[in-house]
Nanobody, 123 residues
Framework: QVQLVESGGGLVQAGGSLRLSCAAS????????MGWFRRAPGKGREFVAA????????SYADSVKGRFTISRDNAKNTVYLQMNSLKPEDTAVYYC????????????????WGQGTQVTVSS
């Protein structure tokens, strides 16, 4: 079992930056690929980014490529999402997710997810 708690959301102006963090419980954090997805008002879930268990393999949605960076610190059981050059269309609740397979994160078929953190980008 993995419990995930997101933090770092908030209100930012367009062009600004935020860094989201996701703290995972348990001693098996390194077994899981980690990712982020988001849900904007009135829309469905959207894959944002994912990182593999220990190798530096990452995956990004086209909408965030070049602006967002996902990373993980297995010693701290934490995954991060650095978001730069934020746009109003990035406004959403951002969720952290975990699964043994990175490919399943990309397909939004993950085993565990957190409660989410709100990100609001003003124009």
């Amino acid at each position: 079992q993995v419990q995930l708690v997101e933090s770092g959301g908030g209100l930012v102006q367009a062009g600004g930056s935020l860094r989201l963090s996701c703290a995972a419980s348990g001693r098996t954090f390194s077994r899981y690929a980690m990712g982020w997805f988001r849900r904007a008002p009135g829309k469905g879930r959207e894959f944002v980014a994912a990182v593999s268990r220990s190798l530096p393999n990452t995956s990004y949605a086209d909408s965030v490529k070049g602006r967002f960076t996902i990373s993980r610190d297995n010693a701290k059981n934490t995954v991060y999402l650095q978001m730069n050059s934020l746009k109003p269309e990035d406004t959403a609740v951002y969720y952290c997710a975990a699964d043994e397979l990175l490919s399943r994160l990309q397909l939004l078929r993950f085993e565990f997810w957190g409660q989410g953190t709100q990100v609001t980008v003003s124009s």
